[in-house]
């Protein structure tokens, strides 16, 4: 909006609002330079003497090595020209065009910044607000709305391998970062659960339930109790979103039970008696479980079976034993529902299993929750892989990206047309972890909102 009366050159300019505002980044969590994309329209021109603000919101970036890889718009050149804090604390960095044409009309702009490190270690998205200002009196003339990248390639991941636990975006894994080193705890192997909305991370070490808070990194440990008596054993744990409370499969004194757990407190209401067991081959296996908070399913398996409750209240809605479609079936080592993957058989509900067939192969099954029945949906990788496979550490995302651990990488599933992807491996060395005899503990994956 342009007003004919005073200032710059006879014309008084209102802040007006940017449009076609694009951010573009290859990671959101990068610990080594990246890049940042950034486009937009303005709907005034540049006056003089004029800056580009651009401040990073929901993301600590490290700005001061910056600098200017490519520009496009209506001046001669573009430099840093430093940078600042805004009062709600947020970093801005200044940019400042030099032989700026074209004053008496809008304009478009796009440039990419190199050098920029993000070490995000939350799921949260990144924002950004960019502006156009008068350096000569500090006047607004453009800013964008609250903006954020596209988030459909970029999925917030956790790890924790060797006692430390790394944050990375699951399109680079070989750009974690170090979130904590809780090396000093006896992590229990593939229990762990991802309470997005408190961004923590829930855990077990020895007969306690740990949150640690992914903004402070700050570590809460509870005991594990129901009344007077601690429980001995977690078998699985899901962070049920609709309910926001934490559910799982807890071994007692007198018996197995389904439980509500009380993160805070530690507490653990029992809900349903699980029957018992008494052979390793019937019993359910340590984190080998799913979860439907939207259908209000809870699936727990053994090497035999699996178990499907009523996620609210525990009751037992069957307890089917196998029934593969194929000749060599050597149980499950993985288990995830995505209801709206177009991989699932007609007639099942969603969930699915990762099984390794008679050391020849590693395939991805749907199963029927009812009738036990396993249908072969896709192959996955072929046996020489299979050897290194680690049986347990997985997870799943948005009903669309299912991440398994491979050796020392990754292996996703895109489960909307059943690519498979091997990712680059973790730089180990470079987060201080040592590579012979690593131990994984488990994956934890969730959407950027």
Same mark, same amino acid.
């Given at each position: 909006?342009?007003?004919?009366?005073?200032?710059?050159?006879?014309?008084?300019?209102?802040?007006?609002?940017?449009?076609?505002?694009?951010?573009?980044?290859?990671?959101?969590?990068?610990?080594?330079?990246?890049?940042?994309?950034?486009?937009?329209?303005?709907?005034?021109p540049l006056v003089p003497d004029s800056e580009v603000r651009i401040e990073f919101y929901s993301t600590p970036a490290n700005l001061e090595q910056a600098s200017i890889g490519f520009f496009d718009g209506p001046f001669d050149n573009l430099i840093i020209a430093?940078?600042s804090i805004s009062v709600g604390g947020n970093k801005i960095l200044k940019l400042k065009p030099q032989g700026v044409r074209g004053l008496d009309q809008p304009f478009t702009a796009a440039m990419r910044l190199d050098g920029l490190t993000f070490l995000q270690?939350?799921?949260?998205?990144?924002?950004?607000?960019?502006?156009?200002?008068?350096?000569?009196?500090?006047?607004?003339?453009?800013?964008?709305?609250?903006?954020?990248?596209?988030?459909?390639?970029?999925?917030?991941?956790?790890?924790?391998?060797?006692?430390?636990?790394?944050?990375?975006?699951?399109?680079?894994?070989?750009?974690?970062?170090?979130?904590?080193?809780?090396?000093?705890?006896?992590?229990?192997?593939?229990?762990?659960?991802?309470?997005?909305?408190?961004?923590?991370?829930?855990?077990?070490?020895?007969?306690?339930?740990?949150?640690?808070?992914?903004?402070?990194?700050?570590?809460?440990?509870?005991?594990?109790?129901?009344?007077?008596?601690?429980?001995?054993?977690?078998?699985?744990?899901?962070?049920?979103?609709?309910?926001?409370?934490?559910?799982?499969?807890?071994?007692?004194?007198?018996?197995?039970?389904?439980c509500a757990i009380d993160r805070f407190s530690g507490n653990v209401t029992r809900l349903a008696v699980i029957p018992s067991c008494g052979s390793i081959e019937c019993s359910l296996q340590r984190g080998l479980s799913a979860f439907s908070p939207t259908l209000?399913?809870?699936?727990?398996?053994?090497?035999?079976?699996?178990?499907?409750?009523?996620?609210?209240?525990?009751?037992?809605?069957?307890?089917?034993?196998?029934?593969?479609?194929?000749?060599? /079936?050597?149980?499950? =080592?993985? #288990? *995830?529902?995505? !209801?709206?993957?177009?991989?699932?058989? $007609?007639?099942?509900?969603?969930? @699915?299993?990762?099984?390794?067939?008679?050391?020849?192969?590693?395939?991805?099954?749907?199963?029927?929750?009812?009738?036990?029945?396993?249908?072969?949906?896709?192959?996955?990788?072929?046996?020489?892989?299979?050897?290194?496979?680690?049986?347990?550490?997985?997870?799943?995302?948005?009903?669309?990206?299912?991440?398994?651990?491979?050796?020392?990488?990754?292996?996703?599933?895109?489960?909307?047309?059943?690519?498979?992807? /091997?990712?680059?491996? =973790?730089? #180990? *060395?470079?987060? !201080?972890?040592?590579?012979?005899?690593? $131990?994984?503990?488990?994956?934890? @994956?969730?959407?950027?909102?």
């Amino acid at each position: 909006m342009i007003e004919m009366n005073m200032q710059v050159n006879g014309v008084h300019l209102l802040p007006g609002t940017m449009s076609n505002v694009v951010f573009s980044l290859p990671s959101f969590i990068s610990p080594v330079p990246s890049s940042l994309l950034v486009s937009f329209n303005s709907s005034n021109p540049l006056v003089p003497d004029s800056e580009v603000r651009i401040e990073f919101y929901s993301t600590p970036a490290n700005l001061e090595q910056a600098s200017i890889g490519f520009f496009d718009g209506p001046f001669d050149n573009l430099i840093i020209a430093g940078t600042s804090i805004s009062v709600g604390g947020n970093k801005i960095l200044k940019l400042k065009p030099q032989g700026v044409r074209g004053l008496d009309q809008p304009f478009t702009a796009a440039m990419r910044l190199d050098g920029l490190t993000f070490l995000q270690t939350t799921p949260m998205l990144p924002e950004f607000v960019v502006q156009t200002i008068s350096s000569h009196d500090n006047q607004l003339i453009d800013q964008s709305d609250f903006t954020s990248p596209s988030s459909d390639s970029h999925q917030f991941a956790l790890a924790l391998v060797n006692g430390i636990l790394v944050a990375f975006d699951a399109s680079s894994p070989d750009k974690a970062v170090q979130v904590a080193n809780i090396s000093q705890l006896e992590v229990a192997q593939q229990i762990s659960a991802v309470d997005a909305s408190f961004s923590s991370v829930l855990f077990i070490d020895s007969i306690s339930l740990v949150s640690l808070d992914l903004n402070s990194h700050e570590i809460t440990s509870v005991l594990l109790k129901s009344g007077a008596s601690l429980v001995n054993e977690l078998v699985s744990m899901r962070w049920d979103v609709e309910r926001e409370r934490l559910v799982g499969i807890a071994i007692m004194d007198d018996g197995s039970y389904y439980c509500a757990i009380d993160r805070f407190s530690g507490n653990v209401t029992r809900l349903a008696v699980i029957p018992s067991c008494g052979s390793i081959e019937c019993s359910l296996q340590r984190g080998l479980s799913a979860f439907s908070p939207t259908l209000g399913l809870y699936f727990s398996a053994s090497f035999l079976a699996l178990l499907t409750l009523d996620s609210t209240t525990g009751q037992i809605l069957s307890h089917a034993s196998w029934q593969p479609d194929v000749s060599k /079936f050597d149980g499950f =080592f993985s #288990l *995830q529902f995505a !209801g709206n993957s177009s991989l699932k058989s $007609s007639g099942d509900d969603g969930l @699915l299993g990762l099984s390794t067939l008679g050391g020849t192969e590693v395939a991805l099954f749907s199963l029927n929750s009812y009738s036990g029945r396993a249908t072969k949906v896709l192959k996955v990788m072929e046996a020489e892989q299979e050897a290194d496979l680690v049986g347990g550490p997985s997870c799943l995302s948005d009903n669309k990206l299912y991440l398994l651990l491979y050796s020392t990488r990754l292996v996703l599933i895109d489960l909307t047309d059943g690519a498979v992807s /091997f990712l680059a491996p =973790f730089n #180990l *060395q470079g987060l !201080g972890i040592p590579q012979p005899q690593t $131990s994984w503990h488990w994956l934890e @994956l969730v959407p950027f909102p």
